[in-house]
């Protein structure tokens, strides 16, 4: 399941293409759908799995028991652990490219940046789907 029901991730067999994906849309500083006369703006390609990424991202793992467990993104996890600095910047990057792996739409993951700013997380994630490269900024 997704935030929006009437878009899911099909349900793919193994050597069968995958279909065009479509998403909302999202509005990436603002942390919310993008929405157009009452409804919500629809995209297709790699800006629906951009859209489907960044909110997979945002989403906490386990927490919401509309989703399935092997969505979302366990972040939150790292708050107040003792580890070093480094090994939570590591342990960042994992849990993002896990979760975006789930997608079988996304063939790669590289974490390029992870860096603290006070107690705030900042990611810079570049990721490849089966249209093309696109980056995050989360």
Same mark, same amino acid.
């Given at each position: 399941? *997704?935030?929006?029901?009437?878009?899911?991730?099909?349900?793919?067999?193994?050597?069968?293409?995958?279909?065009?994906?479509?998403?909302?849309?999202?509005?990436?500083?603002?942390?919310?759908?993008?929405?157009?006369?009452?409804?919500?703006?629809?995209?297709?390609?790699?800006?629906?799995?951009?859209?489907?990424?960044?909110?997979?991202?945002?989403?906490?793992?386990?927490?919401w028991p509309i989703f399935t467990w092997s969505y979302g993104c366990e972040l939150? *996890?790292?708050?107040?652990?003792?580890?070093?600095?480094? *090994?939570?910047?590591?342990?960042?990057?994992?849990?993002?490219?896990? *979760?975006?792996?789930?997608?079988p739409y996304i063939t790669a993951v590289t974490v390029k940046e992870v860096d603290f700013e006070g107690s705030t997380l900042h990611l810079?994630?570049?990721?490849?789907?089966?249209?093309?490269?696109?980056?995050?900024?989360?």
């Amino acid at each position: 399941m *997704t935030l929006f029901p009437m878009f899911s991730v099909p349900a793919t067999t193994q050597g069968t293409a995958l279909p065009l994906y479509t998403d909302v849309a999202m509005d990436y500083d603002r942390g919310e759908p993008r929405w157009e006369s009452g409804n919500p703006v629809i995209v297709t390609g790699l800006e629906a799995v951009k859209s489907w990424a960044w909110r997979a991202i945002a989403t906490e793992r386990y927490r919401w028991p509309i989703f399935t467990w092997s969505y979302g993104c366990e972040l939150k *996890t790292l708050v107040g652990q003792p580890y070093l600095a480094e *090994t939570k910047r590591s342990e960042a990057a994992r849990y993002v490219s896990e *979760t975006l792996m789930v997608s079988p739409y996304i063939t790669a993951v590289t974490v390029k940046e992870v860096d603290f700013e006070g107690s705030t997380l900042h990611l810079e994630v570049e990721f490849e789907s089966i249209y093309g490269k696109e980056r995050l900024y989360v």
